[in-house]
């Protein structure tokens, strides 16, 4: 057990001769298919295609960003790029059981654009290119991250071969001036222990405070309308004033139809009782 829930994506996804496929063997498969194009290409003398195809921070910024995706598809054939393919399929699909292959993938494509996203930023001030790009040693460190005490050749444990690798690359890149090689070896597999010991809990990423919403006004009754003189059943003085109005418009509507003789005993009072309440309700009394 690998302390996550068991599931299809940690399974082969297919079989072959009784062999199991993972993604990992897919991902070395599009390589091995790159390098075998890229040298008839270049037994074609097309090599106008593969400098398209390649990285270029210049061209990038410029508008070209398929380069960008395209890069890791120039592959010359080397001893160099055997090992790289080996360390994807070995150490690739022992990733791939243990995160599953969504998460596996997801390693392997943030390796994959990180350089070239890094080096656009980069070719802002300083331009740069590269090809060939295939994130099996930055694999390798993910591997010796996930399984240190994992015993190698000779009977090394992988985190100290990590190390010792990792700190002969930076020797080698130093010695060569290779300022490009150094940030990539640095930044990619900076980028795969982060990435497990991520995995793992050891650490989570920063959060950003949300922004509070800004609470809405409500416009309260005002204390008169729920006095406790007013009762459950009388009306609120809001109502009675609406009312003691209606009814003397409607008075002064007759008088103006029929005169003020038309008017009752009963509406005379009526319209006395509304006009001395309105005039209260004006000077403030």
Known sequence: MNGYDTHDEQQPMTWIRGQPIYAAHFVALVFVVSMLLTS???????????????????????????????????????????IDMLMIIWFGRELEKFFG???FLGLY????????????????????GFAGQTGGFAL??????????????????????????????ALIALSDRDTVGLIALLATTGFAYGFVRYQQGHFTLPSFPKRRRQPRLRVLPSESEHSPASGPNRPSPRVARDKNTAEMDALLDKIARSGMGSLTTEERARLDAAAKAHTQRKFGR
């Open 101 to 103: 292959r969504k998460k």
């Open 40 to 82: 008839l290409l270049m037994f074609a003398k097309a090599g106008a295609v593969l400098a398209a195809l390649s990285f270029s921070s210049f061209d990038v910024l410029h508008g070209q960003l398929w380069r960008v995706l395209t890069y890791g598809l120039v592959n010359q054939p080397s001893l160099w790029f055997v």
């Open 109 to 128: 494509a943030g390796l994959y654009l990180l350089k070239p996203v890094l080096f656009t930023v980069i070719g802002l001030w300083t331009p740069s």
């Open 140 to 169: 390798f460190v993910a591997f010796a991250t996930l399984y240190p005490g994992a015993m190698l050749l000779f009977n090394l444990m992988a985190k100290w071969v990590a190390i010792v690798l990792v700190a002969l690359y």
